[in-house]
């Protein structure tokens, strides 16, 4: 398996409403990421997971909140969203933290905040 | 931080001409470059890849040069087809370090006409 599968691919949420997005790897890499990326403009990383361990938190408004449960999976809680949030949302993997070599990205969610 | 421009934004060719994107960065401990493709509502796929020890890779149609001296790469693809038309995107990063973090360009929009 070499695949990042994300699901949902598309999720529609109010302002009010609590949702999460979720990645899954089986390929064995201990780094995770979750990537923002807003229509014709190039990801942002959010977040670096290193052996299930939060690494990187890219000064992201506590209304996102990641989550690493275990090796394989990473989630992505969403509260409080606001318009400006719509966007793609990326998941992605690689070997180790300090390894940049067979960065893997998932399909994404396209997520709308109304 | 590191710093990556590119250049053009967007780029229309006729099928069969060739195509070349052009990046610099700023940060002389980024010592690996990859270049994804975006096509339109998926996720950003990895083309190719370069390593500061190398100056040119070459797959196929695909090409990329780096010119440490200058921190600028390129992307050349001959024979350009249809399906190539998507959103390229470079990046750099350093190998180790640097939390894995890719700092990606501003991407170009490459169209192939026929």
């Known amino acids: 398996d070499t695949e990042v599968t994300q699901t949902p691919k598309h999720l529609v949420m109010g302002m009010t409403n609590k949702k999460s997005l979720k990645c899954e790897q089986h390929?064995?890499?201990?780094?995770m990421y979750w990537y923002k990326q807003k229509a014709k403009k190039p990801p942002e990383l959010m977040f670096v997971?290193?052996?299930?361990?939060?690494?990187i938190n890219e000064s992201v408004p506590s209304r996102f909140s990641p989550e690493c449960p275990n090796s394989s999976l990473l989630n992505l809680h969403l509260h409080a969203l606001q318009p400006e949030d719509s966007a793609l949302y990326l998941c992605a993997s690689s070997p180790v933290m300090g390894q940049a070599y067979g960065y893997t990205f998932g399909s994404g969610t396209r997520l709308t905040v109304v | 931080g590191e710093n990556v421009e590119q250049h053009p934004s967007t780029l229309s060719v006729q099928e069969g001409d060739s195509a070349v994107i052009k990046c610099t960065y700023s940060?002389?401990?980024?010592?690996?470059f990859p270049w994804y493709k975006q096509e339109l509502g998926k996720r950003p796929q990895l083309i190719i890849d370069i390593r500061s020890n190398v100056g040119e890779k070459k797959d196929q149609r695909i090409a990329v040069t780096l010119n440490k001296t200058a921190k600028h790469f390129s992307l050349h693809i001959t024979e350009t087809q249809p399906e190539d038309s998507a959103v390229y995107f470079c990046a750099a990063t350093p190998v180790t370090g640097g939390g894995n973090k890719l700092t990606f360009g501003t991407g170009t929009q490459l169209k192939v006409e026929l």
């Open positions: 390929m064995g890499h201990r780094a």
């Open positions: 997971y290193s052996y299930e361990k939060l690494s």
């Open positions: 940060d002389s401990a980024s010592n690996y």
